[in-house]
Nanobody
């Protein structure tokens, strides 16, 4: 599975962005997908995850109620809608896929495939 993240940019606090994670590889529809982020000087952290069917989602407490993850398997794409953005959301955002048919995980080293990252900057 190859992943390509896009949609990042500069936005003011309170604004919105939608990130996309486009995948190639015929097994994509069977992979749980996670979004992670890494701010300068900080460790990579889990943001949100979605099962292969889209039936289950999970969010970090810091983004719950503001971010929404969804997927369209027909388009091989996972989305992260980010609303009410805060300066502390500034980071490089990565999408990642788990191998096989495993469920959502919050630990980065349990994901097998990673996109290149897209930068999000939220100004105050």
């Amino acid at each position: 599975v190859q992943l390509q993240a896009s949609g990042g940019g500069l936005v003011q606090a309170g604004g919105s962005l939608r990130l996309s994670c486009a995948a190639s590889g015929r097994t994509f529809s069977r992979n749980a997908i996670g979004w992670f982020r890494q701010a300068p000087g900080k460790e990579r952290e889990f943001v949100a995850g979605i099962t292969w069917s889209g039936g289950s989602t999970y969010y970090a407490d810091s983004v719950k109620g503001r971010f929404t993850i969804s997927r369209d398997n027909a388009k091989n794409t996972v989305y992260l809608q980010m609303d009410s953005l805060k300066p502390e959301d500034t980071a490089v955002y990565y999408c990642a896929a788990r191998g096989g048919s495993l469920g959502i995980a919050t630990t980065a080293n349990t994901y097998d495939y990673w996109g290149q990252g897209t930068e999000v900057t939220v100004s105050s």
